[in-house]
């Protein structure tokens, strides 16, 4: 276990490496203006109402679906991360059958997963971290090592 841990947290490490890249190489095209931003976080709002209503009716697997749908991309502004990140967490914290969540959960949906999992284990909470390292494990048997390549190297949707 202790192996997976520090192979996880060097992956962590070269995305955050890849996403300030990322960030200084931007062009002025690709930033999200106030306005726009703004929009984003209402439409996160209302998704999160939702979830809130999905997971409430033990819907978790459209829950994760509705998450994942619509990740703002090409943003740098933390807000719309951040304000996703949470209904995403939200979801991931309420799963309990790894499984059967990731049975029902479409192949498209497996790198945007693997990006908000990097996303918990870089926050540092023992049970986020315990949470996202247990479906990390899955959800690479699963799709295999290319979903982590995948993850790293896509600077485009960033979460």
């Known amino acids: 276990m202790k192996n997976l841990h520090e192979l996880i947290m060097f992956q962590i490490n070269l995305l955050e490496g890849l996403e300030k890249e990322r960030s200084k190489m931007a062009g002025a095209s690709e930033v999200v203006e106030a306005d726009n931003a703004e929009a984003i ?56 059958d790894i499984d059967g969540m990731l049975n029902a959960l479409g192949a498209e949906y497996y790198d945007i997963l693997m990006k908000y999992l990097y996303r918990g284990l870089s926050t540092g909470d023992e049970s986020t971290c315990d949470q ?28």
């Open 132 to 159: 996202c390292l247990m479906i990390h494990e899955k959800l690479t048997e699963r799709a295999g090592l290319g979903c982590i390549l995948r993850c790293l190297s896509d600077t485009t949707n960033t979460v």
């Open 41 to 96: 976080i209402a439409m996160i709002e209302t998704k999160s109402q939702k979830i809130e209503s999905l997971l409430k009716h033990y819907k978790h697997i459209e829950a994760l679906k509705t998450a994942l749908d619509d990740s703002p991309p090409k943003t740098l502004d933390e807000r719309c991360k951040s304000a996703n990140w949470i209904v995403v967490h939200k979801v991931i914290m309420a799963i309990r």
